[in-house]
């Protein structure tokens, strides 16, 4: 019946269980919960993330305002950090254009922390604690991307051409793949996700990205230079994303550029780029690492179900 | 040129994969946090039966099949063709041996199957679940055994052969699940 909720109430009940132990867990280490717009005039310039739109009129915008929701609580979370916030975290709902699938809901509940001070390897260790406080898991093997994507395809990931991995995707068992042409990372993320995830047991985390996908993160120079980013995976499920995060204003500017052109390139929908997050990083952000989790995906692992939509209540097909 | 984008995909979509009519099977959408989308999906060609795998991105577009199932009432077979009539329209089809398949061993004359038809050409043909079938070729019965749980292989009229229990005689209607075939029971005239 289309007004009953997908999850059973069990399940929900458990998932106000997980939420709340979030917060004991930040509670007790000092990370204060902090609100941020949903709404926001500023949306994300990521080529592969695309954000909903709406509006506000009345007092104070009488023509209108356009309006993003938020894809992530990331660019004002980093303005209190600049402001001298000190450790933070946020649960949200976030939002998502044309993502809906089995472990995928269009809104979904993102926990996102920062802690200034923190390198990768020390956030990983907090994710872990975080995640194993849940899951009834070994501790986590730590591997390099480039590691990871040998031990299974053979190929250097950093090195490797387009036309090399091309013929890798062709060839791996993957049946007839679409062409891809020239762009490397696409190609990296066809074999990552099809062929590497699958064979990440356990709780993995996989770190040290190319530098071509660095997102938000630092890269460290070196042969080749890495970006300063990991990902955890439980039995090849993605479950966060953590950086050390990019603190320079011009080098975020000229990426924000990057993906605005990336956008222009594929016929995607301009977005400006965040002029406050800018402004704060010129300010200043601390030295600081920051990660997002999947909080419906880590409550479907502790419950041991196969999709979102058996955690949440309402997924978009009930909403 | 009808087509379907990937956020059209779903179980039984009818498309065309490699000059072939195809049905999605199942499609599941791979979105790394950053980075690509994707749709792999699992497809039956229509005419081989096979499941194949494709991974498009997300946002392609791949051409309709014009694929219908249609309720046709078996009529005769010609010794090449079977042949099948809608019975609302009274359109009439026939279908050759690779599209008519292991059907063709239950198919009785005015028996009600499911014809797969690909611009309007029969490509696959699911006969009905059950079956009522008269018995041509067996051991003689053994009158009153209903109890030992015996079975012997019985040639039905349509060809196919299944194993039935002893006391099953030339002449008997037997109700067979095609979909196992297995004898279900004795049929009254």
């Not at chain 1, 953590?242 to 301009?270: M, N, P, V, W």
């Not at chain 2, 030992?148 to 067979?176: C, H, M, N, W, Y």
Request: charged letters at 25%; glycine letters at 10%.
């Amino acid at each position: 019946m289309g007004w009953r909720p997908a999850a059973t109430l069990g399940s929900l009940r458990e998932r106000a269980r997980v939420l709340s132990r979030i917060r004991a867990f930040f509670e007790a280490r000092g990370v204060w919960e902090v609100e941020t717009p949903i709404l926001s005039v500023a949306g994300t310039t990521d080529a592969h993330i695309d954000s909903f739109t709406t509006r506000y009129q009345g007092p104070g915008a009488a023509g209108g305002l356009p309006l993003y929701l938020h894809t992530s609580p990331e660019f004002p979370m980093k303005r209190l950090l600049a402001a001298g916030s000190g450790p933070i975290f946020q649960m949200a709902k976030v939002f998502r254009q044309g993502e809906m699938g089995r472990l995928h809901n269009p809104e979904f509940t993102l926990l996102e922390w920062y802690r200034p001070g923190f390198g990768i390897a020390e956030l990983m260790d907090e994710v872990e604690a975080l995640v194993r406080s849940f899951l009834n898991y070994a501790p986590a093997r730590r591997v390099s991307y480039a590691q990871a994507f040998e031990e299974v395809l053979g190929l250097d990931p950093h090195r490797a051409d387009a036309a090399q991995l091309g013929a890798c995707a062709k060839a791996c068992g993957l049946g007839p793949v679409p062409d891809l042409g020239g762009d490397r990372d696409a190609w990296l993320n066809l074999l990552f996700s099809h062929r590497v995830e699958s064979t990440l047991e356990g709780l993995t985390f996989v770190h040290d990205y190319p530098a071509s996908q660095a997102a938000l993160a630092r890269v460290r120079e070196g042969d080749p230079p890495v970006a300063e980013r990991f990902e955890l995976y439980v039995e090849g499920v993605e479950l966060a994303n953590g950086f050390h995060e990019l603190s320079d204003a011009g080098e975020q500017r000229f990426r924000f550029a990057t993906e605005r052109e990336q956008r222009r390139a594929g016929g995607q929908e301009d977005v400006a780029a965040d002029e406050r997050l800018l402004q704060a990083l010129e300010n200043g952000l601390p030295d600081c690492s920051g990660v997002a989790l999947g909080v419906d995906r880590l409550v479907m692992r502790t419950l041991r179900l196969d999709s979102v939509a058996d955690v949440i209540g309402f997924p978009i097909d009930r909403a | 040129m009808a087509t379907y984008s990937t956020n059209e995909f779903k179980r039984g979509l009818k498309v065309m994969l490699d000059g072939d009519p195809a049905s999605i099977v199942e499609n599941e959408f791979v979105k790394p946090g950053k980075g690509q989308a994707f749709s792999r999906v699992k497809l039956r060609n229509l005419k081989t039966g096979r499941v194949i795998e494709r991974t498009f991105k997300s946002g392609e577009s791949i051409e309709a099949a014009d694929v219908l199932d249609t309720e046709m009432q078996y009529l005769y077979n010609d010794g090449e063709h079977w042949h099948f009539m809608n019975t609302e329209t009274f359109e009439q089809v026939g279908a050759d041996e690779t599209a008519v398949g292991d059907a063709k061993q239950w198919l009785k004359e005015q028996d009600v199957c499911t014809v797969t038809l690909w611009n309007g050409v029969p490509i696959s043909v699911l006969p009905p679940n059950h079956v009522t079938l008269k018995v041509v070729e067996t051991d003689p019965g053994i009158r009153g055994d209903t109890a030992t749980g015996g079975t012997k292989p019985a040639r039905l009229e349509s060809g196919a052969v299944v194993q039935v229990p002893l006391f099953i005689d030339i002449g008997d209607v037997l109700k067979v699940d095609t979909r196992t075939g297995q004898y279900i029971s004795r049929a009254k005239e």
